[in-house]
């Protein structure tokens, strides 16, 4: 009654796969962040998540189901909404606190920034999620290549 | 809502485990149906009826 598949690799086996492939990320992105090179670590992570995401297809066992979704969703939208609380109230401390530190003031400002940013984030999934979710993997990966690429770009750009 | 999942089951003679990887999910959203703790959709809902050899309305209580 099973579904016979192609698919080789078994949930502790994958386990243990990722736990290595980051600790290894751990440690190459340090030790070149400490010299200083931004673009090698940014290729490593695209590498190493697309390693990771075509081990996870080729697990035999479920990871995931629909219950780990559905929890999933309600704990994102909860830390979304405990963050944007916290670094608002944070933020007009820091505000406040301006002649103290002037450090403070860029402080709140970027607490802000990241609380707007975040909002916009999640309007963005949301709306994409709404409108045009039922789409093929391939979509959805293409997609993720898409948005790599792009910030890859701009990293080039920027560094 | 309740259901019998538990009763067809265990008439069927198979495991939650048996039961979770025949309906694609994982053992313990088969306990938490069980318990009546989670609500599942209608698409599981419809898998494990089919793994069960019986249908959602015999499954599942809608009137509690």
Not at chain 1, 16 to 27: W, Y
Not at chain 1, 30 to 46: A, G
Not at chain 1, 78 to 104: D, G, R
Request: proline share 1%; net charge positive.
């Amino acid at each position: 009654m099973l579904i016979n598949s192609n698919k080789f690799m078994k949930l502790e086996n994958y386990k243990k796969v990722r736990l290595v492939i980051v600790f290894i990320l751990a440690m190459v992105i340090s030790q070149l962040i400490l010299l200083q090179n931004y673009i090698i670590p940014i290729m490593v992570m695209i590498v190493t998540t697309l390693i990771l995401f075509y081990l996870k297809e080729q697990v035999t066992e479920v990871i995931a189901d629909e219950r780990d979704y559905a929890i999933g969703g309600q704990s994102a939208l909860m830390a979304i909404q405990v963050f944007s609380w916290l670094a608002a109230i944070l933020m007009f401390v820091l505000y406040a606190k301006k002649n103290v530190n002037p450090a403070y003031e860029q402080l709140a400002f970027l607490l802000s920034y990241s609380i707007c940013f975040l909002m916009i984030i999640y309007s963005l999934i949301f709306r994409f999620y709404n409108k045009i979710k039922g789409l093929k993997k391939s979509v959805y990966l293409g997609l993720f290549l898409l948005i790599t690429f792009i910030i890859v770009g701009v990293s080039f750009i920027i560094l | 809502m309740t259901n019998n999942i538990r009763e067809f089951r265990t008439k069927l003679g198979i495991t939650q485990d048996e039961l979770a990887k025949l309906a694609k999910v994982r053992r313990e959203t088969i306990v938490f149906l069980e318990q009546g703790k989670y609500n599942p959709s209608l698409n599981l809902a419809h898998g494990v009826a089919k793994v069960l050899k019986t249908t959602i309305d015999a499954l599942f209580n809608f009137e509690d």
